[in-house]
């Protein structure tokens, strides 16, 4: 029987809210559209007349999965703008933080949101009933990520110790001690669980993506570097606009995000992976290459390797920062704020995180750009799902659907974030419209 | 070991008008509790929920209620046979939710011995910090209940294995 037009109501195992369109006629795709209708949260606007200093503790609340990635990008795009500097012990604060972030984001979807597809679980409550210890292990690594953050952050949601310059206050290294006992645990988790998903079975799908992701000179990437695609892209993040535009479509709150020129684009782990395997700990790749992964994936439905290879490392550049750990003399550079536009871009667990403020020289913000990864990823998604749904047509429809799902969660989209904005047109009874005064100028 | 022999959990949201039913509940049964029974606030984060519940011998869950009944009404649930319906309680799609929470640990294995769960229903979650009144009148009333649950749950700890019905 030819399969018909279908939708998906609401995605199941996504963070948010969306749903999935698939458009089908004469056998053959007509449109697939991922909706989102989370509803957007204007976090751009009311930004604007709020103090730079309250830009990490205000975009913390676009996520409660990655709010360090949302208050690492804000502060170093103020710092961007003020030429404030921050290193040594606090950039590696910094690093330290990320890497919780890291482990507990891609563990709760590794365990709880994705692999219950490849072992054909409708939910991982039914998973946790046959697999009672692979989960709990899942459960004690994001704890392990959990800890990091509340250590380093101050708080496991929405970290209270992230400021412009620095922190607010720094650990001893007496404190860190019991976490890198934790993490010695949790690398040794982090590598059963590269070996755990390896075996799972991957549907022969690949494709040729532009992957767009930061490359540093030395490092795995997380706060900063060069932005570089497998295209021959390779701008500072200062340029991000030229290269980069935002389109609001019919059929989603949140803005569609396309390379000028070249069109849609694929951030978040696997695109690290192919931009940056040369930069994982020794022990990630050897890892990683275990794992029947090359130096480079384009199997969307081998994110869950990478997400684990991921883990991995953030487990052993952890224990790596916590070794080499003296307590800075202090918990934060001086910041003067000036009047000045500032860029800042570091890697969410999903993929890359732009911010864009522009400051008065009292230090208020002007004007804010907010693009989230998830934002970034929608076209490729639906792409992906066209590419998906030809190849697998012969498919039943109720299982050729539950395949379409699937293929949507090979991307862990963030739907909070991703409704953060939306170009609202001013209408009679909106108080918060484009181009009003800021506050409190 | 679990640590603690009768645990009180409060879940809600605060400034979220009715959703904040079940803290009221567990602060204003703090000061009362009697020895061996405890009670905190939760957010009800799934994941952490649980593993508060894997800590405790016995424990009582309390939370607003979100399923077209009458504000103020009151509901009890024994969750050791099986969970309470899952769209009786406000969830959110960013997390787990309780229901979701006392079936994982359910399936880990980690439930404690006794638990019970309190849903009061309410009318109004938007933001504000403003309760209806018949979901006040039932943050009293389950208030009682709870506190009378734990002395019962206690009591029943305390007899030997074999005497225990």
């Not at chain 1, 002007?366 to 929608?378: C, E, F, G, R, Y």
Request: charged letters at 25%; a negative charge.
């Amino acid at each position: 029987m030819k399969p018909k037009t279908f939708k998906v109501d609401m995605l199941a195992r996504v963070e948010g809210e969306g749903g999935l369109y698939v458009k089908l006629k004469n056998n053959t795709v007509a449109d697939v559209q991922l909706k989102i209708f989370e509803p957007p949260r204007f976090f751009e606007a009311f930004l604007r007349g709020r103090r730079f200093e309250e830009v990490p503790d205000i975009t913390a609340r676009i996520c409660g999965i990655c709010p360090v990635a949302y208050q690492m990008s804000a502060v170093h795009a103020m710092e961007n703008a003020f030429g404030v500097k921050v290193e040594g012990q606090l950039r590696a604060l910094r690093r330290l933080l990320y890497c919780g972030e890291w482990i507990e984001s891609h563990v709760l979807h590794i365990y709880m949101l994705h692999a219950p597809d490849f072992l054909g679980y409708p939910d991982a409550i039914q998973m946790a009933r046959d697999h009672s210890e692979v989960v709990q292990r899942g459960l004690r690594l994001k704890k392990t990520g959990n800890e990091i953050v509340r250590l380093v952050g101050g708080r496991e949601v929405h970290p209270i110790n992230v400021r412009v310059g620095g922190f607010y206050k720094v650990p001893t290294r007496r404190e860190l001690e019991p976490l890198a006992e934790q993490l010695k645990w949790a690398r040794d988790a982090a590598l059963e669980t590269v070996r755990f998903v390896a075996k799972l079975p991957f549907p022969d799908f690949e494709h040729d993506y532009v992957f767009v992701a930061l490359r540093h000179p030395e490092e795995y990437p997380y706060n900063e570097g060069h932005l570089v695609s497998n295209d021959g892209l390779d701008i500072s993040i200062d340029h991000y606009d030229k290269y980069f535009t935002e389109e609001h479509v019919e059929h989603s709150n949140a803005l569609h995000s396309t390379l000028k020129n070249t069109g849609a684009y694929f951030v978040g782990p696997l695109a690290r992976y192919n931009l940056n395997f040369d930069r994982l700990s020794s022990l990630a790749q050897e890892a990683a290459r275990e794992a029947g992964l090359g130096s480079g994936c384009r199997n969307p439905f081998q994110s869950i390797v990478v997400r684990a290879v991921e883990t991995l490392y953030a487990c052993d550049e952890a224990l790596r920062i916590i070794d080499q750990y003296e307590p800075p003399p202090v918990a934060a550079v001086d910041v003067h704020p000036r009047a000045a536009t500032g860029y800042g871009c570091t890697e969410a667990p999903r993929g890359m995180l732009y911010h864009r403020y522009k400051v008065s020289d009292e230090g208020l913000i002007l004007d804010a750009k907010i693009v989230p990864p998830t934002s970034q990823n929608q076209k490729v998604i639906e792409q992906d799902v066209t590419q998906f749904v030809t190849k697998y047509l012969a498919l039943p429809q109720e299982e050729l659907q539950w395949k379409c799902e699937q293929a949507i969660r090979n991307y862990d989209p963030c739907i909070s974030c991703a409704t953060h904005f939306l170009k609202l047109e001013i209408s009679e009874q909106q108080a918060i419209g484009n181009g009003q005064k800021p506050m409190g100028g | 070991m679990k640590s603690k022999p009768v645990l009180i959990i409060g879940v809600g949201t605060a400034y979220r008008n009715d959703d904040a039913a079940g803290l009221i509940v567990a602060e204003r049964l703090k000061a009362r509790l009697p020895e061996g029974a405890s009670a905190i606030i939760h957010e009800g984060e799934g994941v952490s929920l649980m593993e508060q519940l894997a800590d405790a011998e016995a424990a009582v869950l309390i939370d607003a209620m979100c399923s077209g009944a009458e504000p103020g009404t009151i509901r009890r649930f024994d969750a050791g046979a099986q969970s309470p319906p899952a769209q009786m309680f406000r969830h959110s799609t960013h997390a787990i939710g309780i229901a979701e929470a006392i079936e994982l640990g359910r399936a880990l294995r980690k439930l404690p011995r006794r638990l019970i769960v309190y849903g009061i229903e309410g009318r109004n979650f938007d933001a504000g910090t403003q309760l209806a009144p018949a979901v006040e009148a039932s943050i009293e009333t389950v208030t009682h209940r709870v506190l009378e649950e734990a002395h019962q749950l206690l009591a029943s700890e305390e007899l030997p294995a074999e005497t225990r019905s």
